[in-house]
């Protein structure tokens, strides 16, 4: 008589074929939302250093990449925009004229049906680098609400679809939600950056935005990286307020966030795969260390595992493609 089990998993990894009627977790272009870096000028497509592959873009150059997302089968884009001028409340972050509002009309022209998620934050618009009002050196939180209401509203006003806050501001979704409700806007849905850390992992996307702090850090208003409990309250108190669909970021340092999120709350669930997870696993393919399209996508197949709906990252266009060639959901 056999001494090993009547079970034996290996039976059914045996072939492809096999391995891929058991997988348990799909990637797909319906998972992804693409970031988009707008600036000011004509005929400019600048690649961003620290991000191969990722680009500046001006807005007469937006239609052509907006269908390529489109034809690929990636249902949305999210936008952060840099302004043509940086002031301490940052002005044309709400300006009916500014860079991101021509890039949701350019892309609503383009591909009407491709979903436009806008950043709203302060800190690519502020001449100090921070997420908010500063007063004696430090991040003004009520007062920055009514500046975070005032950017969503213009982006609603334009033609956005989802509004993102990312600040950590203290009833940045509230505010928000109040602010769009009142004004006719109560069908814009809110993606909330619900935990958001105080991460190292962002410094290729600061690069990009050309928004790092000018003084101090955003330790006082992101999470701080060992804490978990308080991402719990931090999504639930989104939730309460308003959110629409809650995000965890980072992705990848935070995996065990994310399934707890998922865990805890039966709501749409976003993870930002954010620049320096990018750029890293670009760094090491440019020397030959790794394989980057398994390996991005095991780190994309990793995010949903935890628990994500739905992935912001950089990689979806060539995710895209990886994917269409029949790799990546179960590369050895």
């Known amino acids: ?20 009627m058991v997988r348990e977790t799909r990637v797909s272009a319906d998972d992804f939302i693409y970031p988009l870096f707008v600036v000011h000028g004509q005929g400019v497509k600048t690649e961003i250093p620290s991000m191969p592959g990722n680009y500046h873009w001006s807005i007469d150059m937006l239609p052509t990449e907006v269908e390529e997302i489109a034809t690929l089968g990636i249902p949305a ?6 302004p043509a001028v940086k002031d301490e409340v940052g002005s044309e972050n709400y300006d009916e004229h500014g860079i991101v509002q021509q890039a949701i009309r350019a892309i609503k022209e383009a591909v009407p049906e491709l979903v436009v998620v806008t950043d709203v934050c302060m800190c690519e618009y502020t001449s100090h680098g921070h997420c908010g009002i500063v007063r004696d050196g430090y991040v003004q939180n009520d007062e920055t609400l009514e500046y975070l209401a005032k950017v969503a509203l213009s982006h609603a006003a334009t033609g956005a679809d989802i509004v993102a806050p990312s600040g950590m501001i203290d009833g940045q979704v509230w ?6 409700d009142e004004n006719g806007y109560e069908n814009i849905a809110i993606l909330s950056y619900a935990a958001k850390y105080a991460s190292s992992f962002y410094g290729p996307f600061r690069d990009a935005a050309q928004s790092p702090p000018q003084f101090g850090d955003r ?3 992101q999470m701080d990286p060992p804490n978990a409990r308080e991402a719990l309250r931090e999504v639930g108190l989104d939730i309460e307020e308003g959110a629409d669909i809650v995000m965890v970021k980072p992705a990848l340092p935070y995996l065990d966030i994310i399934r707890q ?14 620049s320096g997870e990018f750029s890293m696993v670009k760094a090491a393919a440019q020397r030959g260390w790794i394989d980057e399209q398994r390996v991005a996508l095991e780190m994309l197949t990793a995010i949903k595992r935890a628990g994500a709906d739905m ?6 266009k060539d995710a895209v493609r990886w994917l269409a060639t029949g790799q990546g959901q179960g590369v050895p």
């Open 1 to 20: 008589m056999s001494t090993f089990p009547i079970y034996r998993p290996r039976r059914l990894r045996r072939t492809e074929n096999l391995r891929r």
């Open 77 to 82: 884009v999210i936008l952060f925009g840099l």
């Open 175 to 180: 505010a928000i939600r109040e602010a769009l």
């Open 219 to 221: 330790c006082s208003y």
């Open 261 to 274: 999120v998922r865990d805890a709350f039966d709501y749409p669930l976003a993870a930002y795969n954010v």
């Open 311 to 316: 992935i912001l990252t950089y990689f979806a």
